[in-house]
């Protein structure tokens, strides 16, 4: 008897557990939605237009969507029931709604006035897919008064005069514009090609219903073939308004352009800066004395390295955690060959960890070249330049390690540093290391000017490569940012003058459109 | 030097044993929570392992140790391995393989992508790369280093040019008088309040000054002296200040990623707070 | 051809990026999109490179008994033992499961995170030793530094009484305006600092990172 009841109750439960394993489907396993789902009125608001783009997993991803499931509801916690069920793929569907057509009509219905002077252009400076559509409100659009009874205005677009149009957004009353963007991309969902025709139509949307018309809720359903295995929307709303679209316009064609006029401020700065850096260089090779001021960050490095020498210990070179693509590693760059060449001749040790291997791959060649610069090949040890790691606190625990075990007379840090910054640089203090620091990240800055015996702040690392060589062309570009300097501050002072005036025009020449 | 070693021999055998009774002790909270043994045995361990690199992190600020170096060596060998994994199979895999062989995509059971032969370029250029390791043609490597420093120099003079200097100078122009409606009004609405006229007119006269003097301060061709040293003293002032203020703004943050390091330990493995 | 070639082709991506900037076709676009893939497939060559060089360094100390040559056999340990777990050798090395690795994720959760995160909350420790060091200078520059860092500090203590609310605002003032001031004139001067050497670098002028001979 005992045992008939414990089978019957092993049975039991593992039906129930059964039953609740199919009751829960994780969530990984269910279908994806369809994305884009747009719901609208047609034929004088007797139609409900739904259209959507394909669920992720319908012919792709894990493609088991067998289609969709429609469902709809006069309210959005009612009951919902099925209206019908779609195959897979994109998809337009036309809802006939219930009107109910026992409410009597009593008076002429209202009905907005159309939008009118519709223009549609191609949309200036870009790549291309889109077109911007103008137009002038509807003569019942009183924006900002509070009996307004226009809501908002809805653009539709289509590849024919005659349709299917969908609709591509929306825009507030009052506004007279609207951007179509689409997608460059062939299988994105609203990819636009270019050199189509496209047609508009612009509708004025308010805020009153047709007796009998309502609003409707909507469910969209990814279903597959096992009816538990399904996903689905929140209730999606249906705006059965009154609504008066416009006439047709168009055709427009989109298209990308050669020249981004908007950019003609940067282009003029380039020009000019270029110009000056080049002209300040040619004066510079033809022999002109150039002036520069003293830095002391600058100067303490070659102090250093002497120190370094006398008390037989090795410098610390750490590059950052930039890539060679980053400028400020390749300043650091020329910084560490200016270093390892007096490095190389004053026969100290070198050390340089690196965070990124192209940047490791980078120093390697330009410690090899200090070395040869100075004469002494022989002294170079591939080793001298290592990679650690890619990962930033790993870099930092092994450069610490570097710090307190080898305990370099100087440790010097150029280029980009992060949250590091501090550790790095309280280690070294405390291992009595003498500190100079270069770095252009602002935030990092105040923990460097803190923790070290000298910090080039911002431009200064960049200035620092052209002080250390004192070669004319280097120096040259520096006289350069000088001008652009100086260009700068008479701009500020002009700009701040005409601002005052309330004069915008100088302003905006400053003003770069996207 | 005898001492020392017997000081750290006994260290040694401290931390073994308390490591031990620490992993039992885990693999006891585990077991209880209803984890099977073997499962509670390994989330011990491993609970175990992470708080003992942790303090071993931690015993750095004392001074330099065996512990941390095995920590931090662990660390650097793990996580160079765990980089290189996540861009071979994120980038080399997911990105390169689709583009240029499908007997390699189907090996690797990516969806191929159609052949694209300017995919081979990267593949030359990086094989280029590798040449490095040949000290006799290790020279070919440059062109790919040229390659990518070419581009991204180009990227990057436009990208700073229009960000870092066209937009900023743009936003120096700032009204030297805020919302001016007469004396009368000025005087009677007088109040330090953020909002206020006076101190956001004194507001946007300190940042076109600081902003003036703090270019000065960047001035590489003149000397420091007369109206120049003057304004660049002014200029490295508000760049002190400003340091001061981000420095005073960060201890916070760094305070609580230290509560969550103690959390770990406390909570999680001494399991003291809840 | 070890110094011209590199040299020339610096030039002439520089320029084409520069140009690609002022053309919004499609087909600059396209470039463009092209170029930034190929710089990081060729990251991936680098990391084998750097791969390389770490097992080099980590080898020689070894091979030559070094100091501490013992830790770096921890090193290649955690490496190696990474990367058969990365790549899954030994269960199914055919499909992307190697980041899914039981013990590649478990090496990831249990000793990166930890020491990661450790590493980062050190920072708590150094920040205050760092303004104790700036609390012994004694200079203007550095006492500006301490008091506005003070000020920022302080400014949600409420035991200063009557004086709190003014700090507080002093604080915000702090952080809106002259951060603001100092933060622009830096971007500037960095922005000029960038182009210029970005300029250098395309005209050839700027080559130390291409090396000798």
């Given amino acids: 008897m005992m045992h008939k009841l414990l089978i019957v109750m092993c049975l039991l439960f593992i039906a129930g557990a059964g039953y609740v394993s199919a009751e829960e489907i994780p969530d990984s396993l269910k279908p994806a939605l369809p994305s884009d789902i747009t719901i609208y009125p047609d034929s004088g608001g007797n139609v409900a237009v739904i259209y959507w783009f394909p669920s992720a997993d319908d012919g792709a991803g894990k493609n088991i969507v067998t289609g969709y499931a429609l469902y709809r509801s006069p309210s959005p916690k009612g009951s919902f029931e099925v209206i019908d069920t779609v195959p897979p793929g994109p998809n337009r569907y036309i809802d006939f709604l219930p009107i109910d057509t026992t409410v009597v009509d009593s008076g002429a219905p209202f009905s907005p006035a159309p939008v009118t002077e519709v223009t549609l252009a191609d949309k200036d400076n870009d790549h291309g897919h889109a077109v911007i559509v103008k137009w002038k409100t509807s003569a019942d659009d009183i924006a900002g008064s509070p009996s307004n009874r226009v809501l908002a205005y809805n653009v539709f677009r289509a590849e024919s005069q005659s349709g299917p149009y969908l609709m591509r957004g929306q825009s507030a009353s009052g506004d007279t514009q609207y951007d179509d963007v689409g997608s460059k991309e062939r299988e994105a969902r609203d990819y636009m090609p270019d050199y189509t025709d496209y047609y508009y139509i612009i509708r004025t949307k308010t805020i009153e219903y047709h007796p009998g018309h309502k609003d409707y809720f909507y469910i969209v359903r990814s279903i597959t073939d096992n009816p538990d295995n399904y996903r689905e929307t929140s209730p999606l709303q249906f705006d059965g308004t009154i609504y008066t679209d416009s006439q047709v316009y168009g055709p427009v064609q989109c298209f990308g352009q050669w020249f981004n006029s908007g950019l003609i401020p940067v282009l003029i700065f380039v020009i000019c800066f270029t110009a000056i850096t080049v002209f300040m260089i040619f004066r510079a090779r033809r022999g002109a004395e150039l002036f520069v001021r003293r830095l002391a960050g600058i100067e303490a490095v070659d102090e250093a390295i002497g120190r370094a020498t006398e008390m037989g210990k090795p410098i610390l070179y750490v590059l950052g955690l930039g890539t060679a693509a980053e400028i400020a590693t390749i300043a650091s760059f020329t910084i560490l060959g200016r270093v390892a060449k007096k490095v190389a001749e004053y026969q100290t040790g070198l050390i340089v960890p690196c965070y990124d291997p192209i940047v490791m791959t980078v120093a390697q060649e330009t410690v090899k070249a200090s070395y040869m610069d100075a004469g002494r090949p022989d002294s170079y040890d591939e080793n001298m330049v290592y990679f650690v790691t890619q990962s930033q606190f790993a870099y930092v625990a092994a450069v610490n390690g570097v710090m307190l075990r080898e305990l370099p007379a100087t440790n010097i840090y150029m280029g980009k540093f992060f949250a590091e910054s501090l550790i790095l640089a309280e280690t070294g203090a405390l291992a009595g290391s003498i500190q100079i620091a270069g770095t252009d990240e602002i935030a990092q800055i105040p923990f460097f000017v803190v923790a070290c015996d000298y910090t080039l702040i911002g431009e200064e690392l960049y200035a620092a490569s052209a002080y250390l060589g004192r070669e004319p062309v280097l120096l040259g570009s520096l006289k350069a940012q000088d001008y652009a300097k100086a260009a700068v501050m008479i701009i500020a002072i002009v700009g701040f003058i005409t601002i005052n005036l309330n004069w915008d025009w100088f302003v905006n020449l400053f003003r770069v459109a996207n | 030097m005898a001492v020392t070693k017997k000081i750290s021999l006994l260290i040694l055998a401290i931390v073994i044993v308390l490591f031990a009774v620490s992993w039992i002790a885990k693999t006891g909270t585990f077991e209880d929570t209803g984890m099977p043994l073997g499962l509670s045995v390994r989330d011990g361990f491993l609970v175990t392992f992470a708080a003992f690199l942790t303090l071993s992190i931690f015993s750095f600020l004392y001074k330099d140790n065996p512990y941390y170096k095995f920590a931090e060596h662990l660390f650097v060998g793990v996580s160079a391995a765990y980089w290189m994994c996540v861009g071979f199979w994120s980038t080399f895999v997911g990105n390169f393989i689709p583009k240029v062989s499908e007997g390699l995509s189907n090996f690797f059971e990516v969806p191929y992508k159609g052949f694209d032969v300017f995919y081979f370029i990267p593949l030359i250029l990086g094989i280029m790369l590798l040449l490095r390791m040949s000290s006799k043609i290790g020279w070919i490597s440059r062109w790919s280093l040229a390659f990518i420093v070419g581009t991204t120099a180009g990227l990057n003079l436009i990208r700073y040019m229009r960000s870092d200097f066209i937009s900023q100078v743009s936003n120096t122009f700032v009204p030297l008088v805020v919302d001016w409606q007469g004396f009368g009004a000025f005087f009677s609405d007088l109040s330090l309040n953020a909002s206020g006229q006076l101190i956001m007119t004194m507001s946007n006269w300190v940042i076109f000054i600081g902003v003036f003097c703090g270019i000065i301060y960047f001035f590489f061709s003149k000397e420091h002296s007369g109206f120049f040293g003057g304004a660049s003293k002014v200029g490295i002032w508000v760049l002190m200040v400003t340091f001061g203020a981000s420095f005073g703004y960060t201890v916070m943050g760094r305070v609580s990623l230290l509560v969550g390091r103690l959390t770990f330990l406390f909570h999680d493995w001494l399991g003291l707070i809840n | ?213």
């Fill in chain 3, 1 to 213: 051809m070890k110094r011209q070639l590199p040299l020339s082709l610096v030039f002439i991506f520089g320029v084409f990026m520069i140009i690609q900037y002022f053309v919004p076709h499609e087909s600059s676009e396209w470039i463009f999109e092209f170029l930034l893939d190929w710089i990081y497939i060729i990251g991936i060559f680098a990391l084998a490179l750097g791969i390389w060089s770490l097992i080099r360094v980590s080898w020689d100390k070894i091979k030559y008994r070094k100091d501490n040559w013992q830790y770096s056999l921890v090193t290649l340990l955690g490496l190696f033992a990474m990367i058969v777990f990365g790549f899954d050798y030994l269960r199914n090395f055919q499909t992307a499961e190697g980041l899914q690795n039981f013990m590649f994720v478990h090496f990831f959760d249990y000793i990166m995170i930890p020491i990661q995160a450790t590493m980062f909350s050190l920072l708590a420790f150094f920040i205050a030793s760092a303004a104790y060091r700036a609390f012994r200078a004694r200079s203007i520059l550095a006492s500006l530094l301490l008091i506005a860092a003070l000020i920022v500090m302080l400014r949600f203590n409420p035991y200063f009484g009557p004086i709190s609310p003014y700090l507080e605002k002093t604080a915000s003032w702090l952080l809106n305006v002259p951060n603001l001031a100092a933060k622009r004139a830096i971007v500037i001067g960095v922005g000029l600092g960038i182009v210029a050497t970005a300029l250098k670098v395309i005209l050839g002028i700027e080559r130390a990172y291409l090396g000798k001979d």
